[in-house]
């Protein structure tokens, strides 16, 4: 029941200034292979979005690449990057070759990074790169962590990703959206959302932005039952969502007689973690993409915070 992000600007479903500006964006960058970097919290379209800018410009869609430089060790990351700057320039026409995780990149690769995006600007391949980050780049370049050249070459049109919970007016014409796909593809005959489910949506936290929201969704077809999708079927947990929601995690840190904020911490990390691996049957790949990390650095939680299964 999945593929359902890709199609046009029309997925871009919400009604806020900032989808109509993302729209727009599309729509001019889909002409031209200036290169993307999307900024913003994990699960807020930028994968989509990457997708979209591809698919306006009317390729074909088995021309999109992904690279997730937290999944991959540096050396198939390397290798991909040899792979690349290798391809003759016919064999780079209408391709898109989309890069998250982009901050994760050792020093090294940066500068091979760099190195393919100048051969592929000097040459004039027909090429497009769009890079994601979850964090602010700009932080990493002035504690030297982060080449700036390379900024320079992946931003030369930056978009920043504003969270679902800023733009409360976006949550129930993408859950409508979400469902009318759902609905056509599963031929079950629901009717909608109860009242009581588009309010729960409307005040929800949605710590995981707009792939939270689709996944309730998802849930709700699965686990529901006709006509009305109701608040209960989505299984949002703590019904405003916030901080408080992860009042059931931080619950380990209690009793304990070292108060520290380390302690408390560790305490919700430990849990936190635990609870990821859980559920991806203790992945430690599928964890790792999760939590928007490396999987060595899930390796190595799992040993200093004594996690076991």
């Given at each position: 029941m999945r593929n359902l992000e890709y199609g046009n600007t029309d997925s871009l479903a919400g009604e806020s200034q900032f989808i109509q500006?993302?729209?727009k964006i599309s729509?001019?960058?889909?002409?031209?292979t200036a290169s993307v970097l999307l900024k913003g919290e994990r699960g807020t379209g930028k994968r989509l979005f990457?997708?979209?800018?591809?698919?306006?410009?009317?390729?074909?869609?088995?021309?999109?690449?992904?690279l997730d430089c937290r999944v991959y060790s540096d050396d198939e990351v390397s290798r991909f990057f040899d792979l690349v700057s290798q391809l003759p320039s016919f064999e780079?026409?209408?391709k898109t070759i989309f890069i998250s995780g982009v901050e994760t990149l050792a020093w090294k690769l940066q500068e091979q990074l760099l190195?393919?995006?100048?051969?592929?600007h000097a040459e004039r391949k027909n090429i497009r790169f769009i890079f994601s980050t979850e964090v602010n780049i700009e932080d990493r370049i002035e504690q030297g962590s982060f080449s700036k050249d390379l900024y320079s070459l992946m931003s030369l049109v930056p978009v920043n990703m504003i969270p679902l919970r800023n733009r409360k007016e976006d949550i129930l014409p993408i859950a409508n959206y979400y469902f009318g796909k759902l609905k056509a593809q599963s031929g079950l005959p629901f009717e909608g959302f109860s009242e009581e489910a588009?309010?729960?949506?409307?005040?929800?936290?949605?710590?995981?932005?707009?792939?939270?929201?689709?996944n309730a969704v998802e849930r709700a077809f699965i686990t529901g039952e006709p006509p009305f999708i109701k608040t209960a079927d989505?299984?949002?947990?703590?019904?405003?969502?916030?901080?408080?929601?992860a009042g059931g995690v931080l619950e380990t840190a209690q009793?304990?007689?070292?108060?520290?904020?380390?302690?408390?911490?560790?305490?919700?990390?430990?849990?936190?973690?635990?609870?990821?691996?859980?559920?991806n049957n203790w992945n430690q790949t599928k964890a790792a993409k999760v939590l928007g990390i490396q999987r060595t650095y899930v390796i190595r939680l799992i040993e200093e915070l004594q996690i076991r299964k």
């Open positions: 500006e993302l729209k729509l001019v960058v889909c002409k031209n990457a997708h979209l800018v591809h698919i306006e410009g009317k390729n074909n869609p088995e021309d999109f690449f992904e780079f026409l209408g190195t393919l995006l100048n051969q592929v588009k309010e729960v949506m409307q005040n929800y936290f949605w710590q995981g932005n707009v792939a939270e929201l689709i989505m299984a949002l947990g703590s019904a405003n969502g916030g901080p408080e929601a009793g304990v007689q070292d108060k520290t904020l380390k302690t408390a911490v560790n305490a919700f990390k430990k849990a936190y973690v635990t609870k990821i691996l859980e559920e």
